[in-house]
């Protein structure tokens, strides 16, 4: 029986999970709800991601193209829904849990560069596929069950070479090893009906180039209705049985809930013939339906004062409020709020909020805004949480409106500012090359005793994920610290954690906790703040033994 560890009898099983008819429809979220049942029922599970672009890795990218860069303990900047995986999962994932394009084509190029193909002609087939398949295999080595999600939409001509990968993958593998689910839109006409003609077009693209899906999962605003079912069965060459509905729900958590329901995670187990091995029902794991259908005694609304107008670019921060909210027992409501029109049309929104919080990003668009916003809470004694670049401009707010700085700035945002608050640091005044300077992955701060930071993370230490180049320049930490403001947590010479000492909760991390945070373990950051913005926690008490984060 699986105790959710790898189980090496049992060998390892993959689930490809393809999309069709139009790209975003949440074929992330179907697969990682797939994988957060299987991992209920005792197996041990890991999942892939493949992104059929160019670019080597989401690094360089700009949220409108694809939503937040997400990053890895490692330090791999990747696409957002490995974000999603490793909130659903509860694992933590590497950089080879993302395959792109540009990783598998400069690879291979690299090698042909060094003489490892001996003179061969260097083709798409076998070369490129070979690597392909090479990087699914070593991602899943360890694991029961390996879902690997292919990025766009069947048809497009970037993914070709991931699906012929996958159609020798299966071949190369034992019968009842490999699974096949494709994820597509059934619209509805306007006389209420629902058209499968989309989902039928969709498979026979699939099948065109050799791979016949063996479930279909149909998005839709309500469950498809059992003639649409058994339509799409007939048409797509699957049993009834095969097709299943993924329906809108309220909270993208209550998916798993939903897919259960539709008996999904039984028929996935069947079908890969590791239904023996399933914990029984009554022993499975049970906490993701405790947590998500919890009660909650009431709500808040929390600013997030951003400059890009796209949810999916702050999408671990949304989540991240929503876990301590599930810890918290209430439903957390996101004003919006952005920061390049705050001064001229969104003020009065601050004013509705129990608590600020200000994202990191690149780019001086929108500073001033968020700089406004960060002043806002601090004269206002409004719970204030400052991430990574929103951990800079707190210092530049306190720069210029506490110390009376009127030109301080970052370096980066303006080379020129005479009171560089924020700057390189010294050792990195030498890199040149973009981006070998930037601060990537999990690394360790010190937490000085008797802080609010220690009573957030109940520790004098803690590990979390960075993303940034730029830091506090140590030269003016002494007149910084000054008046109010400490620097709580730091890692040698660089300042990870701010505070003020005079506000109910004011906290600043040059780090990013909401890559960290999970349905079942809630970001001590997020979760400090939303109890101080329940009155749970007040930072100026912290001398009271009662008070805890």
């Not at 329940?534 to 033994?545: H, P, V």
Request: hydrophobic letters at 35%; charged letters at 30%; proline letters at 5%.
């Amino acid at each position: 029986m699986p105790t959710d560890e790898y189980d090496p009898e049992m060998g390892r099983k993959f689930i490809f999970v393809t999309g069709g008819v139009m790209s975003g429809l949440g074929k992330g979220i179907t697969a990682a709800s797939t994988g957060r049942l299987l991992k209920n029922a005792g197996f041990d599970v890991t999942a892939v991601k493949i992104d059929p672009y160019l670019n080597v890795d989401a690094g360089t990218m700009n949220p409108y193209e694809h939503g937040e860069v997400y990053v890895l303990k490692d330090g791999a900047e990747v696409d957002l829904d490995l974000g999603n995986y490793e909130r659903f999962l509860g694992v933590d994932m590497t950089a080879d849990h993302n395959i792109t394009t540009g990783k598998t084509y400069q690879h291979v190029i690299q090698k042909e560069r060094d003489g490892d193909y001996l003179g061969k002609t260097v083709q798409i087939i076998p070369h490129v596929t070979e690597d392909i398949k090479r990087r699914i295999r070593e991602a899943a080595e360890g694991t029961d069950v390996c879902i690997v999600e292919v990025g766009g939409t069947v048809g497009d001509i970037e993914s070709m070479p991931f699906l012929e990968s996958l159609r020798q993958f299966a071949s190369e593998e034992e019968d009842g090893d490999v699974l096949f689910t494709h994820v597509t839109l059934v619209p509805y006409s306007k006389n209420g009906e629902q058209k499968t003609k989309p989902t039928q077009h969709s498979v026979k693209e699939l099948r065109s180039i050799g791979l016949q899906p063996d479930i279909l999962v149909g998005r839709a605003d309500d469950k498809l209705e059992p003639a649409t079912k058994t339509k799409i069965a007939q048409f797509c060459d699957v049993p009834d049985a095969a097709v299943f509905s993924n329906p809108d729900v309220p909270d993208i958590y209550h998916v798993p809930l939903m897919v259960e329901e539709e008996g999904l995670d039984e028929y996935v187990m069947e079908r890969l013939g590791i239904a023996d091995e399933a914990l029984p029902k009554e022993d499975r794991d049970s906490r993701w339906r405790e947590l998500v259908t919890a009660d909650r005694t009431g709500s808040v609304d929390i600013a997030l004062v951003g400059k890009y107008a796209l949810e999916d670019a702050y999408m671990s921060i949304h989540e991240a409020l929503k876990h301590a909210g599930i810890e918290c027992g209430v439903d957390v409501n996101i004003l919006w709020v952005d920061s390049d029109e705050m001064l001229d049309k969104h003020e009065e929104r601050l004013k509705d909020a129990d608590g600020v919080v200000v994202p990191g990003g690149f780019g001086s668009r929108g500073t001033g805004g968020k700089i406004e916003a960060i002043r806002y809470a601090r004269e206002n004694d409004i719970p204030f949480l400052g991430l990574c670049l929103g951990f800079q401009m707190a210092v530049v707010e306190q720069a210029r409106n506490v110390l009376g700085h009127e030109d301080a700035h970052s370096a980066e945002l303006d080379p020129d500012t005479p009171y560089p608050v924020i700057d390189l640091l010294p050792e990195q005044y030498e890199v040149d090359e973009m981006g070998g300077t930037m601060r990537l992955g999990a690394h360790d701060t010190d937490i000085d005793a008797g802080t609010l930071a220690e009573a957030v993370y109940g520790d004098t230490s803690c590990t979390e994920r960075h993303r940034h180049r730029y830091e506090v320049n140590p030269e003016l930490i002494d007149e910084l610290e000054s008046e109010g403001l400490r620097f709580s947590g730091r890692a040698e010479n660089r300042m990870e954690i701010l505070e003020l000492t005079n506000h109910p909760f004011f906290f600043g991390t040059q780090f990013h906790p909401e890559f960290r945070s999970r349905p079942d373990r809630a970001s001590p950051p997020f979760l400090g703040f939303l109890r101080a913005v329940l009155g749970e926690l007040d930072a100026r008490e912290l001398g009271n033994e009662e008070v805890t984060a």
